[in-house]
């Protein structure tokens, strides 16, 4: 039997129901995704129940347009699916048609860890890394400090005692009234504020060195609108004061993940420095990494912009390299939240 190098790849972990067909790990051959977030923003979350109905809707069409879309190139000859972590029902959409197909089409199933498969998009289009790397992946479900030694071997350093970074965010657009998700509105919000107009904290962990916490800066954001006291109701902002707040909120952010992340590759000797997920979209978290990293010496390795956000490019390509080293999964493949 020859390798398989041509992955159907799928992601159903959140919001977004993601297909794609990725050849060799990295050439994009057709790739689809439907976003859930006008569903879930009346609610100012994603809602699970909502999300795997949505995914069970959506899922069939997008397959068929991707394979539609690569036909030319021939039929996928593995199946990569996100097993974990995720929404529950959400993930379960997602394998259970994966496994029907690859029972169908007799394929290889492979499971993949969709935290792993952001780490990967950092590096999927590259030639030239150099390994061991620190690589970051901030989401709205993750924060994660990670020791990559080579695309499949991950050592987790740090993460959040709390909320991830994301997530912290769209709380934080909540509070300041820049609607959902609040990643991309405080990024625009951001940048017609002045970043040092609030000194807000780094969320330090005692102890644990790599670690983050983003509940105290969230609380001072609070602070800022209320004042002390929690129970009065929020004062009314003038837009500068809004975008002052934004940009001093992730200017905070920026720094807490960049300090960390440096601070790793620094005592490991790593050879660069990665950011995925979500959040490695963020305009001024870009920018200041390629400014440390090059303060630092170390070349950088971010998700394309379109790529760093939920997709099934990161997952059929890092399937295409999990099938190889370690082969497939079986038909019982689980779906696990954590
Ligand atoms: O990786 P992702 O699409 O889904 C998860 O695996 O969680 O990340 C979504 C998160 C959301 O919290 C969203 O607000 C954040 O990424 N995000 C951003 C930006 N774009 C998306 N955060 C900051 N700046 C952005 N431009
Ligand atoms: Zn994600």
């Known amino acids: 039997m020859t390798a398989a190098t041509r992955i159907l790849g799928i992601d159903t972990s959140c919001d977004e129901t993601a297909v794609a067909v990725v050849e060799e790990g990295r050439r994009v051959l057709s790739a689809r995704l439907s976003s859930q977030i006008g569903l879930h923003a009346p609610f100012g979350g994603v809602v699970p129940e909502i999300a795997s109905r949505r995914h069970l809707e959506t899922l069939f069409g997008l397959l068929q347009e991707v394979l539609e879309e690569s036909r030319s190139a021939g039929p996928p000859q593995a199946i990569a699916v996100t097993q974990k972590p995720g929404l529950i029902g959400a993930l379960l959409v997602g394998v259970s048609a994966a496994k029907a197909l690859a029972y169908a089409w007799r394929l ?174 963020n305009t001024r978290l870009r920018e200041r990494a390629a400014e440390r990293a090059h303060q630092a010496g170390l070349p950088l390795y971010l998700s394309p912009r379109e790529l760093a956000t939920d997709n099934a490019v990161m997952v059929a390509g890092l399937g295409f390299h999990v099938l190889r080293e370690r082969g497939p999964s079986g038909l019982d493949l689980e779906a696990t939240p954590h």
């Open 108 to 281: 290889p199933l492979v499971g993949v860890d969709h935290v792993h498969a952001h780490a990967y998009s950092t590096i999927q289009d590259r030639d030239d890394v150099s390994f061991p790397l620190a690589t970051l992946v901030v989401s709205g479900g993750h924060t994660s400090l990670f020791l990559m030694r080579s695309a499949l071997d991950l050592k987790l350093r740090g993460e959040t005692v709390d909320d991830a970074a994301g997530e912290a965010f769209d709380k934080v657009a909540s509070l300041l009234e820049l609607g959902y998700p609040g990643g991309p509105a405080i990024d625009k919000a951001a940048r017609r504020g002045n970043p040092h107009a609030h000194s807000l904290p780094r969320g330090e962990v005692k102890g644990a060195p790599f670690d983050f916490s983003f509940s105290g800066l969230k609380t001072a954001v609070r602070y800022h609108l209320r004042g002390q006291d929690l129970s009065q109701p929020a004062r009314v902002l003038e837009a500068s004061e809004v975008a002052d707040l934004a940009a001093s909120f992730q200017e905070a952010v920026v720094e807490a993940l960049l300090a960390r992340l440096l601070r790793l590759a620094g005592e490991e000797g790593a050879a660069g420095v990665a950011i995925g997920g979500g959040v490695a979209a």
